[in-house]
C-alpha cells in the first residue's frame, strides 16, 4: 500500500473536501435544515401537518401549482393526511372537473363556458391553467411548476423547499439588483424567482387553532408536498422493518448453518 | 463435464428422465459434486449474488412493463402516477428495480476488482473474462434503456447525450454521424420513436444477459474456479464439493447483500436517484448538470477529459475495449496479486484512480478544486486518472510482470489451508 | 460427508430444516406483491361506482352504459313487457334464483325481485354462459322467442325480465347493485 496511501489520501480529501464554487452574489445560499417527522427510518407522516398543509396548499399554492398525480382518493387513503370518505368526497364535490362532451355533443354551456362537473373520488385534482400557454400567460411568462413530485425533484428536498418559502423574508444584498417583475430569494438558483412571496402570517386560518405563522405555513405545506411526491412512505418504512428483521434472522440461521457445514474443512 | 459423472438415478422416473433428458444429471455434475477449491473468499461469493441480482432485475421489470406505457406522452405519468400510486405495491417493485440496477453494478465492479486481483483472467480462464466482459457491456446498454423509460429529464438528456456521442462520426465521414444518431432516434431527436426502441431493447437484452451469463458459466466449469492463491488443484484435497459448501457460503453472504439492497429499497429509495428526473421530459429545458448514474461516472469523467469530440469518443471506446484485451496484456505468469507485491500496490492505485474518476465524473465539467489556495481545474485530475486507467492496462500490466520479484508460491490450496496435505479430510 | 445411517433427525438436520423454513416462508412473503399487483389499481377502483341519468330513456327503449369494463343494460320496459315478465312461474325457469344483488342469494326469480321500479329493468348485459352480450329484442326486430335477449354467440334466449328460458346459459342476466338516487337518476355499484 505504501505507493497506494498517497493517492489514496487525495482521493479521500476530494471526496470530503468537494469543489470550490465561486462566492458570487447570485450563487443560491445552502439550504437550512427543519426537523421534520418522516425523516429517520421510523418517520411518518404528521397527520395533523399533512390536513394543515393540504389546506396551504388549496387557498395558496393552487391558485398557480397544479397537483396532477394526486387523486381526491388519496386524501383519505392509507398513509396520507387521514381524512374520512365522506370528507374526501366534500372536498373532490367542492371542485370543478372538466366534463364535456353531453349527450348532444356540446362542450360549453349556455354562457360559453366549459362544461363542468362535481369532482369524485376518483378524480385528480384539476390544474389550475387550462394549458401551458394560460399559466405563462397568467404569470408574466414563467411556468409555475407541478407540485405532486417538487419534493423529489429538488436537491434538498423538503429543505430546499422551506428555505425557499420562508427565504422570501430575507433582504438582497446591498447593490443585488433584482430583475424586474421578480423577486429576492438567496434559496433559489440566481436569486432572482418570478414566484410572488406566497405565505404570510395569517395566510390561512386553521380550524385546529394552530397559529398560521409563515413558519409553520411552510412547515405543513412542505409535509404536504412530501407526501405527496412519496405517499407510500410510511407503508415503505413499516414493511422495512418486517423485511430488515426477516433478513437479520434468515442471515443468523444461514450463518449457523455455514458454519456447520464447513466445520473442519478450513 | 461428461466422462466422469457420478450421478445414480435413485428412482424410476430420474432412470426414465436421464436416458431422454439428462438435466438432472447436468446439475449433479455442475453444482452438487462440482469439485471448488477449498479456499474461496466472500470476493467469491457475488457469483451467486450476481445471479439472484439478474433474477431480480428480470421478474420486477417482467412485472413493471405490465404496468409501463412507451409513450412519450404517458411514460412519466404511468411510472410516476401509476406505478408509484396506484399498482398494488407497484412503488415497491419499481424501487427494487431501481435500486436493483445499482446493486448489480455494485456486485459486478466487485466481482471484476476481485478477478483482477487475483488474476482470474489469466490462462486457461481467458474465455470466462471475456464472456465476463460482454455481460458488463450488455449490463451497462441494458441499464442505459432502462434509464430513459421513465421519461425524467435525466432519462431524456442522457439519452440524447449517450446517443449523440456517435455523431462523432462526423469527423470521419462527413453526414455518417448525424445520419447514425437520427437511424438510433428515428426521428430528429429523442422521442416517441425513440422511447418505443429502447423500451423494445431494454425487455430484450436481459435475456441475452441471461444467455451469456450462461456460457460464463459453462466456460467456468472447464478449468474450474481460480482461488485467492492463484495456484492450480493438484488433487482432490484442494478441493470440496460445491454442495453444501459453497451453495451454503453463498446463500449466508447473499442474505447479508440483501440486507444492504433492503437498507436502500427501504430506507433510502432516492439515494442513486436525480432530482430532475422526477420532472417530466422537456426537449426545451436541459437540466443544468447532466450526470449519468454512478456506475458510469468513471467513463464520463473520461469522456469529458479529452477536449476533442472525436478522440473523445475513441478515449471511452477504447477504455471498454482494452477489457477484453487484458488476458493477453498481463505478462506475469503468477496470478494471484497476493504473490506480486509491485501489482498489488498498481491494482489498488488502479482502484482508487476509478473512484477517483467516478468522482470527477459526478462534478460539472468546469469544476475547479481548491487545494489550499491552489486552484486545480478538476479536468486536468480527469486526464491524470485516465492516463493512469490506460497506463495500467497497457503498461503496468506487460511491464510488472516482466520486472517484479513474485513471493514463493505455497505448494497448494490444502497445505495452505489445513497446514498439511489432506491430513483433516 | 457422514456414513452411519441416521433414522431420525439430529440437531443438526433441525438447524437445515429450520433454516430452510424460514427461507421458504420469506419466498412465499415476497411473492405476494408480484401476485397482488395483477389485481385492479386504486384508480380503477375508485372508478367502481357510476350514476346514470334516466330521463333521456323512452319506454321501450334499451341505453347501454359501461360499468366496471362491461354493458350495463338500462330497460324502460311497456306495460306489456312486464306484465309477461310478471305471467311467468318461477318453476318454469331453468334459474330459479333472481341473481340481483341487492337481495339474498336465495331470493326466487319472481319478476319483481328483478327490479327496484318495475318501469326500470337494469342487468350487466353479460350472458351468463361465456361472457357474450346479448342482443336486445323489439317489436321490429324480435331476437329469440321470449321478447328478452338474445345471445348470437351460443344462441342463449332471456325474457323480459332478462331471465334465461332457453339456451346453454345457466343463470339469469346478473343484477347489478345498485340504488335510485332520484326519480330519474340511479347509482351503479
Known amino acids: 500500500m505504501r505507493i497506494a496511501l498517497p493517492f489514496l489520501a487525495l482521493t479521500l480529501g476530494l471526496l470530503l473536501g468537494g469543489t470550490a464554487t465561486a462566492a458570487d452574489d447570485s450563487a443560491p445560499l445552502p439550504v437550512e435544515h427543519a426537523q421534520w417527522s418522516f425523516e429517520g427510518p421510523l418517520g411518518t407522516y404528521d397527520r395533523g401537518a399533512l390536513q394543515r398543509g393540504f389546506q396551504v396548499y388549496k387557498e395558496v399554492c393552487s391558485a398557480c401549482h397544479s397537483l396532477n398525480l394526486v387523486a381526491f382518493h388519496d386524501l383519505d387513503g392509507p398513509g396520507g393526511p387521514g381524512f374520512t370518505e365522506a370528507q374526501a368526497k366534500a372536498l373532490a364535490a367542492g371542485y370543478k372537473i372538466p366534463a364535456g362532451p353531453n349527450d348532444k355533443g356540446e362542450i360549453f354551456d349556455t354562457h360559453g363556458n366549459p362544461l363542468t362537473r362535481p369532482g369524485v373520488l376518483a378524480d385528480h385534482f384539476p390544474p389550475p391553467f387550462p394549458n401551458e400557454e394560460a399559466a405563462r400567460a397568467s404569470n408574466g411568462g414563467a411556468l409555475p411548476p407541478d407540485l405532486s413530485l417538487i419534493v423529489k425533484a429538488r436537491a434538498g428536498g423538503p429543505d430546499y423547499v422551506n428555505s425557499l418559502l420562508i427565504g422570501f423574508s430575507q433582504k438582497p444584498p446591498h447593490g443585488f439588483t433584482v430583475q424586474d417583475g421578480k423577486f429576492y430569494n438567496p434559496y433559489f438558483a440566481g436569486r432572482n424567482i418570478a414566484m410572488p412571496p406566497p405565505l404570510v402570517d395569517g395566510s390561512v386560518t386553521y380550524a385546529d387553532g394552530t397559529k398560521s405563522s409563515v413558519v409553520q405555513e411552510a412547515h405543513d405545506v412542505v409535509t404536504f408536498l412530501a407526501w405527496a411526491a412519496d405517499p407510500n412512505l410510511e407503508a415503505r418504512h413499516q414493511m422495512g422493518l418486517e423485511v430488515m428483521a426477516f433478513l437479520v434472522l434468515l442471515s443468523g440461521l444461514l450463518y449457523l448453518s455455514y458454519r456447520k457445514i464447513w466445520k473442519g474443512q478450513h | 463435464m461428461a466422462g466422469n459423472s457420478t450421478y445414480v438415478p435413485a428412482t424410476g422416473f430420474t432412470r426414465w428422465l436421464d436416458k431422454r433428458l439428462p438435466i438432472l444429471r447436468l446439475t449433479h455434475d455442475t453444482v452438487s459434486t462440482f469439485p471448488t477449491p477449498r479456499n474461496l473468499n466472500i470476493w467469491y461469493t457475488f457469483g451467486g449474488i450476481l445471479t439472484f441480482c439478474l433474477g431480480v432485475q428480470i421478474v420486477t421489470g417482467v412485472v413493471l412493463a405490465m404496468h409501463y406505457v412507451a409513450s412519450a406522452d404517458l411514460a412519466f405519468n404511468s411510472v410516476e402516477g401509476g406505478i408509484m400510486r396506484e399498482v398494488n405495491y407497484g412503488w415497491l417493485i419499481r424501487i427494487l428495480h431501481a435500486n436493483g440496477a445499482s446493486m448489480f453494478f455494485l456486485a459486478v465492479y466487485i466481482h471484476m476488482f476481485r478477478g483482477v486481483y487475483y488474476g482470474s483472467y489469466k490462462e486457461p480462464r481467458e474465455m470466462i473474462w471475456i464472456l465476463g466482459v460482454l455481460i458488463y457491456l450488455l449490463m451497462m446498454a441494458t441499464a442505459f434503456f432502462g434509464y430513459v423509460l421513465p421519461w425524467g429529464q435525466m432519462s431524456f438528456w442522457g439519452a440524447t447525450v449517450i446517443t449523440s456521442l456517435f455523431s462523432a462520426l462526423d469527423q470521419v465521414i462527413p453526414h455518417l454521424g448525424t445520419a447514425i444518431t437520427t437511424w438510433l432516434w428515428g426521428d430528429f431527436a429523442v422521442g416517441d420513436a425513440t422511447l418505443n426502441r429502447f423500451f423494445s431493447l431494454h425487455y430484450l437484452l436481459p435475456f441475452a444477459i441471461a444467455a451469456v451469463v450462461g456460457l460464463h458459466i459453462w466456460a467456468l466449469h472447464i478449468p474450474g474456479n481460480n482461488n485467492p492463491l492463484g495456484i492450480d488443484v493438484k488433487g482432490p484435497q484442494d478441493t470440496v464439493p460445491f454442495h453444501p459448501y459453497y451453495t451454503a457460503k453463498d446463500a449466508f453472504y447473499l442474505a447479508l447483500f440483501m440486507i444492504l439492497f433492503a437498507a436502500f429499497v427501504f430506507y433510502a429509495p432516492d439515494f442513486f436517484g436525480n432530482p430532475d428526473n422526477s420532472i417530466q421530459a422537456n426537449p426545451l429545458v436541459t437540466p443544468t448538470d447532466i450526470v449519468p448514474e454512478w456506475y458510469l461516472l468513471p467513463y464520463y469523467a473520461m469522456l469529458r477529459s479529452v477536449p476533442q469530440k472525436l478522440i473523445g469518443v475513441l478515449v471511452l471506446l477504447g477504455s471498454l475495449v482494452t477489457l477484453f484485451l487484458i488476458p493477453w496484456l498481463d505478462s506475469s505468469k503468477v496470478r494471484s496479486c497476493r504473490f506480486r507485491p509491485l501489482m498489488k500496490q498498481c491494482f489498488w492505485v488502479f482502484a482508487l484512480d476509478c473512484v477517483l474518476l467516478g468522482y470527477v465524473g459526478s462534478q460539472s465539467a468546469d469544476a475547479v478544486l481548491n487545494l489550499g489556495g491552489m486552484q486545480l481545474p478538476l479536468v486536468w485530475l480527469a486526464r491524470a486518472g485516465t492516463a493512469y486507467y490506460f497506463a495500467y492496462f497497457w503498461v503496468l500490466m506487460p511491464l510488472v510482470g516482466r520486472i517484479e520479484r513474485t513471493k514463493a508460491l505455497p505448494e497448494s490450496i490444502a497445505k495452505s489451508v489445513l497446514g498439511t496435505a489432506g491430513e483433516r479430510i | ?189
Open chain 3, 1 to 189: 460427508m457422514a456414513t452411519a445411517i441416521k433414522p431420525e433427525p439430529t440437531r443438526r438436520d433441525f438447524l437445515y430444516i429450520a433454516t430452510g423454513a424460514v427461507g421458504a416462508v420469506g419466498t412465499a412473503f415476497t411473492a405476494w406483491p408480484f401476485i397482488d399487483q395483477m389485481n385492479p389499481t386504486s384508480a380503477v377502483l375508485a372508478l367502481a361506482s357510476i350514476e346514470v341519468d334516466l330521463a333521456s330513456v323512452q319506454p321501450g327503449q334499451q341505453v347501454v352504459f359501461k360499468w366496471r369494463g362491461h354493458p350495463l343494460f338500462v330497460r324502460r320496459r311497456t306495460p306489456k313487457e312486464i306484465a309477461e315478465a310478471r305471467a311467468v312461474a318461477v318453476t318454469d325457469l331453468i334459474d330459479p334464483l333472481a341473481r340481483n344483488a341487492n337481495l339474498p342469494d336465495s331470493a326466487p326469480a319472481t319478476d319483481a325481485n328483478r327490479e327496484f321500479k318495475p318501469e326500470w329493468l337494469v342487468l350487466l348485459g353479460v350472458c351468463t354462459h361465456l361472457g357474450c352480450t346479448p342482443t336486445v329484442s323489439t317489436p321490429q326486430s324480435p331476437q329469440g322467442d321470449y321478447g328478452g335477449w338474445l345471445c348470437h354467440c351460443h344462441g342463449s334466449q332471456y325474457d323480459t325480465s332478462g331471465r334465461v328460458r332457453k339456451g346453454p346459459a345457466p343463470q339469469n342476466l346478473a343484477v347489478p347493485p345498485y340504488s335510485f338516487m332520484s326519480d330519474t337518476k340511479i347509482k351503479v355499484g
